[in-house]
């Protein structure tokens, strides 16, 4: 850890004597891209770049990640916010998933809700800011029952803006393992809740940090060791993984992300977070009152 923190630091006055800014004006406009610090007008391309790499990967490398399990937890997630029109209800839901590429929870989400409540005419829009991306989900959707339907949309937007969404028009916002590649968290938080309806549900489902210190040493050791070496051995993309994991690294703990998806406006039930694996990954839930 202590030599991947002395690189980052090599890095950044590398990048710094590059922009040639002032210190006043890297920490007002610079930001993080996992543990190196680039101009914030910068990161959406970096992103955007890393993305494009994975893109034809990313299922694969999700089931590297995180040994299958990520699965399971959007599974979990699925049943756990139990979306679906009502035999007795006449308005249909609107559903947005957010970085929602391949399409895992949209799927997974209107699958749900046609098996459980028989609910064949809510809508579902993915957006991502990756056309790559966007593009593995929509092949992957000619493979579904969904193939060619005006129910679900696959379209190329910015989460922290979301400029083609209108005000107060959905009912569930999902995102899951998407959030921590935004620029600006706190206004992506502050989108979520302008595209959501009054009693709108914004759900989240991102890596988190681990409760077990003895748990936490054994996934850092696995997390900066081996998931790189597997991304380039899979994916023959070392950097973009090394990327991945540091930016599971920089992104906020469960209470500090609990407290953001509140001051966005949202009522938050409890304590705002469920766990899972022992803090691997998180549930955010919020509520737009």
């Known amino acids: ?68 399990i990520h699965r399971l937890w959007k599974k979990h997630l699925i049943e756990k916010l139990d979306c679906g ?19 895992d929870i949209a799927f997974g989400l209107l699958d749900h809700a046609k098996q459980k409540y028989g609910d064949n005419e809510s809508t579902m829009v993915v957006a991502d800011i990756n056309p790559e991306m966007l593009a593995e989900g ?29 005000d107060n028009s959905k009912d569930v916002y999902t995102i899951a393992f998407g959030i921590r590649n935004f620029t600006n968290i706190q206004a992506g938080l502050d989108t979520a809740y302008r595209v959501l309806k009054p009693g709108g549900i914004f759900a989240c489902l991102e890596f988190s940090q681990v409760d077990n210190q003895a748990l936490d040493y054994i996934y850092q050791t696995y997390s900066f060791s081996l998931l790189p070496l597997m991304g380039q051995l899979i994916a023959n993309d070392r950097d973009s993984y090394q990327y991945l994991v540091e930016s599971i690294q920089r992104f906020p703990n469960q209470e500090t992300f609990a407290n953001m998806i509140r001051k966005a406006g949202f009522y938050v039930p409890g304590k705002g977070y469920e766990n899972l694996t022992f803090g691997v990954a998180a549930i955010h839930i919020g509520v737009k009152l």
């Open 85 to 103: 029109m009502r035999p007795n209800s006449s308005d249909p839901l609107h559903f947005l998933d957010v970085a929602g590429g391949t399409g």
């Open 138 to 166: 929509a092949k992957r959707c000619l493979s579904t029952s969904y193939a060619n339907s005006p129910r679900i949309q696959f379209l190329e937007q910015n989460g922290e803006k979301l400029d083609a969404i209108e």
């Open 1 to 68: 850890m202590v030599g991947i923190w002395r690189s980052s630091l090599r890095q950044t006055g590398r990048l710094s004597r590059q922009f040639g800014t002032s210190r006043a004006v890297r920490d007002d406009q610079m930001t993080h891209f996992g543990f190196k610090t680039v101009p914030q007008d910068q990161k959406e391309s970096l992103v955007r770049g890393v993305f494009s790499s994975v893109a034809s990967k990313y299922d694969v490398m999700n089931d590297v990640m995180s040994l299958g």
